[in-house]
Nanobody
Framework: QVQLVESGGGSAQTGGSLTLSCVISNYPSGPYCMGWFRQVPGKERLRVATIDVDNVRRYEDSVKGRFTISKEYSRDRTVMRLDMRSLKPEDTATYFC??????????????????WGQGIQVTVAS
């Protein structure tokens, strides 16, 4: 069973920085897409950034130029990171990492991401 464990959330001031990490293990070989998503209470979960097997990165418009998604392999696991800079109060949310192994590109539908982390809170004070 694919496992995703997030870490690194917390609080920051406006203009500050945080880095989220997601350790992914027990995943199958082959094509994949992984990414970060966020959700605030009462609203739908939204894509923040994704990266696929060819290192193609996509960002939601409001985070372009401020957030950077990356991944690195280490033995039998992958560590995916989200470097967040110039944080704004509207970045406050619960952040989730997720992955899918059905295709080499990143699907539009969040429902196609079958594996999710437990979520981690990011709070940006004004």
């Amino acid at each position: 069973q694919v496992q995703l464990v997030e870490s690194g959330g917390g609080s920051a001031q406006t203009g500050g920085s945080l880095t989220l990490s997601c350790v992914i293990s027990n995943y199958p070989s082959g094509p994949y897409c992984m990414g970060w998503f966020r959700q605030v209470p009462g609203k739908e979960r939204l894509r923040v950034a994704t990266i696929d097997v060819d290192n193609v990165r996509r960002y939601e418009d409001s985070v372009k130029g401020r957030f950077t998604i990356s991944k690195e392999y280490s033995r039998d696991r992958t560590v995916m990171r989200l470097d967040m800079r110039s944080l704004k109060p509207e970045d406050t949310a619960t952040y989730f990492c997720a992955s899918q192994y059905d295709s080499a590109w990143c699907p539009e539908e969040l429902s196609r991401f079958k594996h999710w982390g437990q979520g981690i809170q990011v709070t940006v004070a004004s």
